[in-house]
Structure formats: C-alpha cells, structure tokens
C-alpha cells in the first residue's frame, strides 16, 4: 500500500493512474486484489517517457498562467514583455 501511494501521490504517474482507474470503472467496491492488479498493469505499461514530457510542458505554462503577482512588471523582462504598454499605463 505504501508503493501505491507513491505512485498515486507522484504528481506525474498520480493523475494517469488515477484517471485510468476512474475510466476503467476500478473503485473501492472491487476487490483488493483486483484493484491492485490493475493498478500494477497501469503502471508497468505506462507510457513513462511521455508523461514526464507532459509534466515539463505542464510545468512550463503554469509559470506563464499563474506569475507571481507581487512581483509582476518589476523585472525588466516584464518590462521588455510589455513593451511600449508600460509607459501608456504611467500616463
């Protein structure tokens, strides 16, 4: 149980484990065995490489859609970012 919970904890393999088990129809009224089974398969013929390539691009835009706040159009490469935007904005 705790390997399991390392993989469903795991921010990458987590959401395809899961997903996968809800779209399979595995829930907590299966069999343990079953649903340890399952779970085993999902992770062992897992497209691996794929994930981890998800996360990265995942990751990459979560930056762009969520900026830090505090410190947003501070940085010169904000300012850069925004162009002539900035000066209009002072006026």
Do not use: C
Not at 29 to 43: N, T
Not at 52 to 72: G, L, M, S
């Amino acid at each position: 149980m705790i390997l399991l919970s390392g993989f469903t904890d795991d921010p990458t393999y987590g959401a395809y484990l899961r997903g996968a088990l809800l779209m399979n129809r595995i829930d907590l009224h299966r069999p343990i065995g079953e649903w340890l089974d399952v779970v085993y398969a999902l992770w062992v013929t897992g497209p691996h490489e794929v994930l981890k390539k998800a996360r990265q691009v995942i990751d990459q835009h979560a930056v762009v859609v969520a900026p830090d706040r505090d410190t947003w159009g501070t940085q010169p490469e904000h300012l850069a970012q925004m162009g002539g935007l900035s000066q209009v904005l002072k006026e």
